[in-house]
């Protein structure tokens, strides 16, 4: 066998390999991303649904948020404007977790329609900014981005 | 000079179009002045992209709060060294700070071939002319950094707390220096298929230049990993997210190619794949930014979505369209000079790290992808997480720190069973005496023995190479260890300089498979109680509480618990972790309060404390982890970068002015037959 020929064998070896792992890891982690309002409709089609474990793309509702005083749980409510959910999380929310942010909570729905996470991921919506989701606001301009009313335009 | 600055953007954006249209006008019609003017203009480019900097910065540090941009991410109490890092805190700092790398090596490039390379150089220019102009482009049209308020509120925004951290003022600009670094490479190689030039002379041009790219994407990627452990809290560092994964893929693409480079310098084998290798590390580096700034994948990192996104993904399909034709039409061009051999040769060793580093790029961008594929495919998006990167790179990897030791111990061409002989017993003798001596010591896990030992047999070859190299001279030129190990290295940079590289990638492989031993515990503690916890070395540790502390600092309140903390009875000292809430002058609460995590760091491990909570005034709650050998992948970094330095450094720069970069490989040659290789 020339060479070439056998390097190529080789070749195919490893990536028929790389491709074995990847198809099968893939089966054993892949997730469904949704919103609050795909996952609505998913368990509303099929009420087995909930069996899966889930990704939940949405925002924290402001004023929702409830944390047991060793921050290790915390309850909230999640949204994205269509459908609302309760969400249990339990372990530690990373310092970006807080009013009107965006999350992705990892977990399932238990029988009383409360999320049960078991990761929470906070973002901004640049990790650079501040006060995420509320464009144009500087200290000392009350109303937010607003230009003030009693001050003239330049 | 704000105004300036502004004005110097639009200057620069029109002599980037002029660089690009007359630099590809003098190459297709021959016409020097053109050519010349071109190259002028690269210049220019650079000149006004500089000023436009300037004037940002100059914006910066006067606190110009009526620019969008400096009223978002700075304020006027922000420390001063934070004012100019501010710089690429947003996204059209980071356009300008883009753009201004970018030009930068771009002149330096062109004025580096000012006399060589004559018949490609215009396309080159031309080609970095569009790219510049791109950058300049998305600024000018759609991410303004001298956009203005149409009011000057009295204070800034203030820059987030966390990115107030060495780290992260170093981590963005050496990625940045990173990713542009592969549009040079890119650009010979559209000046290379243009002219159907495509020996190893554009080659030597470029060699340097991805070195530069590869040497400031580690540091960066180093950085970033750094900063996510100590600041973030996770006690992790590296967990396959979409924005790591984009600084990673060119990596990979680089990596490769610097070794193929070899191959083709030596055999003449493997020229369209080194085409491709420098182009699609220029595309993905693109690629990279449109998926973290065009909010297309989920990120923790997601930055601001804009229509930026857009403007990638035109170019990434424009650039990527006129590659592949430029490619297509010039296979016949790039036919191989000659065939492999042997299966156990060098080549093949290299041909197969190619193999493996762009499989570990693929099945990284598949995993990062894949919510884009699946939801265009099946209509629902599907995430994998870490574990799907973790089985399918671990094992991938572990073949790669293979091949890093079997490559240099074979000969180029075909290896002999002598030679073979010769060169594997000392290194698999060091492999298998690591393993035996864990497997001792009653290490179970399978994952962490293999890397061990293959990590054991890499060590043994790197430490081979340098004791034959240096005995050899000492034979040779009668001289002592040291002196015959400096002037080796010295040399030799190239050779050795890799074998530094290497030994900070068995470093770092050690440091990643001691994460095997983790272990963690929650506690939640009053005053004077204390936790026990055994780590993974069976040391016996105590913490006992302090109490929790509450102070005002300036632009803080900070409520800190501290530990006493002993090993196997002896005392450690204490250990703390905080939680902040950042204020503005008034008092008022600024950003969410972040962790300040304690570390307690070691050879062996760091012990990682984080308050997650005050019960009460009396009660914490607390997180502690053990991570074994985390220290060992920073310095394995920095022993990565240290090794890429050497083999940068200008050598023998007036034989390589003389007859250009070829002159380099004869002389190795000599040398490799000295210390007894075979060539």
């Not at chain 1, 491709?19 to 919103?35: F, G, H, K, N, V």
């Not at chain 1, 995420?132 to 003030?148: C, I, K, R």
């Not at chain 2, 950085?223 to 060119?250: I, R, T």
């Not at chain 2, 016996?540 to 300036?554: H, M």
Request: charged share 15%; with cysteine.
């Amino acid at each position: 066998m020339k060479a070439r020929n056998k390097f190529l064998l080789g070749g195919v070896l490893v990536l028929g390999t790389a491709s074995y792992l990847m198809a099968s890891s893939i089966d054993e982690t892949a997730t469904y991303y949704l919103t609050p309002v795909e996952l609505a409709a998913k368990v509303a089609d099929n009420p087995r649904f909930v069996k899966n474990g889930v990704k939940v793309g949405a925002r924290v509702v402001s004023g929702t948020i409830k944390r047991d005083p060793g921050g290790r749980e915390v309850s909230f409510m999640m949204t994205d404007g269509k459908q609302t959910y309760p969400v249990h999380y339990r372990g530690v929310a990373p310092d970006t977790f807080t009013d009107g942010v965006d999350i992705v909570v990892e977990g399932r729905l238990d029988g009383n329609g409360v999320f049960q996470a078991t990761t929470l991921l906070a973002k901004c919506a640049s990790r650079y900014e501040n006060a995420p989701g509320q464009p144009g606001q500087y200290p000392g301009a009350p109303g937010g981005g607003e230009h003030p009313a009693n001050v003239p335009k330049a | 000079m704000i105004l300036v600055g502004e004005l110097s953007l639009w200057i620069a954006l029109l002599m980037a179009a002029w660089t690009s249209t007359v630099s590809f006008a003098g190459g297709l019609q021959g016409r020097l002045d053109l050519v010349k003017s071109g190259e002028r203009a690269m210049y220019a480019t650079f000149a006004f992209v500089l000023l436009a900097s300037i004037g940002l910065w100059t914006a910066l540090f006067t606190h110009d709060f009526s620019l969008k941009f400096v009223a978002s991410f700075t304020s006027a109490n922000l420390p001063t060294v934070y004012l100019f890092t501010a710089f690429w805190a947003g996204q059209e700092g980071s356009l300008l700070f883009w753009a201004l790398i970018m030009t930068m090596y771009a002149a330096i490039a062109v004025y580096a071939n000012r006399k060589t390379n004559r018949a490609m150089m215009p396309y080159v220019t031309g080609t970095l002319g569009v790219i510049a102009l791109f950058f300049l482009m998305t600024m000018a049209f759609s991410e303004n950094p001298y956009e203005r308020l149409d009011w000057v509120p009295p204070d800034g925004r203030g820059m987030n707390p966390q990115l107030q951290n060495p780290g992260m003022a170093a981590h963005p600009p050496m990625l940045y220096l990173g990713y542009v670094g592969t549009a040079i490479p890119f650009a010979f190689a559209i000046g290379a298929l243009v002219t159907r030039q495509l020996d190893a002379q554009w080659l030597g041009a470029v060699r340097r230049w991805a070195l530069v790219s590869w040497f400031f994407l580690t540091i960066g990627i180093v950085l970033g990993m750094w900063w996510a452990y100590v600041e973030l809290g996770w006690a992790g560092y590296w967990a396959w997210d979409a924005v790591e994964n984009s600084s990673f893929l060119p990596w990979l693409t680089v990596t490769a190619f610097l070794h193929s480079i070899m191959i083709q310098e030596k055999r003449g084998m493997l020229r369209k794949w080194n085409v491709t290798l420098v182009v699609l590390s220029f595309l993905l580096t693109i690629l990279g930014t449109f998926i973290t700034r065009s909010g297309v994948i989920e990120s923790v990192h997601a930055f601001a979505r804009s229509s930026i996104g857009n403007w990638f993904l035109g170019f990434l399909i424009a650039a990527t369209v006129l590659t592949a034709w430029l490619v297509s039409t010039r296979l016949n061009d790039l036919q191989a000079k000659a065939e492999l051999e042997s299966m156990v040769s060098r080549e093949a060793a290299f041909l197969y790290n190619n193999l493996v580093l762009v499989g570990i790029c693929f099945a990284t961008l598949w995993g990062t992808l894949f919510p884009i594929l699946s939801e265009a495919v099946k209509g629902d998006k599907i995430t994998v997480g870490p574990p799907f990167f973790n089985s399918v790179n671990g094992p991938l990897g572990l073949l790669l720190l293979a091949l890093t030791g079997i490559g240099p111990l074979i000969a180029w061409r075909r290896a002999s069973v002598t030679n073979l002989r010769r060169q594997f017993a000392m290194p698999a003798a060091a492999g298998v005496v690591v393993f035996v001596t864990l497997i001792a010591l009653g290490m179970r896990d399978a994952y962490a023995l293999i890397s061990y030992l293959l990590a054991g047999f890499v060590f043994g070859t790197i430490i081979q190479e340098f004791v034959k190299g240096v005995s050899a001279r000492r034979v040779m030129y009668g001289e002592s260890v040291v002196p015959a190990f400096l002037r080796l290295v010295g040399r030799n940079r190239r050779r050795y300089g890799g074998y530094i590289v290497h030994f900070g990638v068995v470093v770092m492989f050690c440091a990643f498979a001691g994460l095997m031993f983790k272990k963690d515990i929650t506690a939640t503690l009053k005053t004077g109680e204390s936790v026990k916890a055994t780590d993974a070395y069976g040391h016996e540790w105590v913490f006992t509480s302090q109490g929790i502390s509450s102070t005002q600092e300036l632009n803080r309140r900070v409520l800190a618990v501290a530990f006493n903390v002993t090993r196997d009875g002896q005392p450690m000292g204490l250990l703390s972790s905080e939680k902040r809430q950042h204020v503005n002058a008034l008092g008022e609460p600024t950003f969410e309060p972040s962790t300040e995590v304690g570390i307690l760091e070691s050879l062996k491990q760091d012990v990682y404390l984080v308050f997650t909570g005050a019960v009460d005034r009396e009660t914490a709650a607390i997180h502690i982890n053990f991570n074994p050998l985390v220290w060992w992948v920073w310095f394995g970094g920095i022993i990565m970068a240290f090794g890429g330095l050497i083999v940068m450094w200008p050598q023998a720069q007036r034989a390589e002015r003389q007859s250009g970069y070829v002159a380099q490989i004869p002389m190795e040659k000599r040398e490799l037959e000295a210390i007894g290789v075979g060539v």
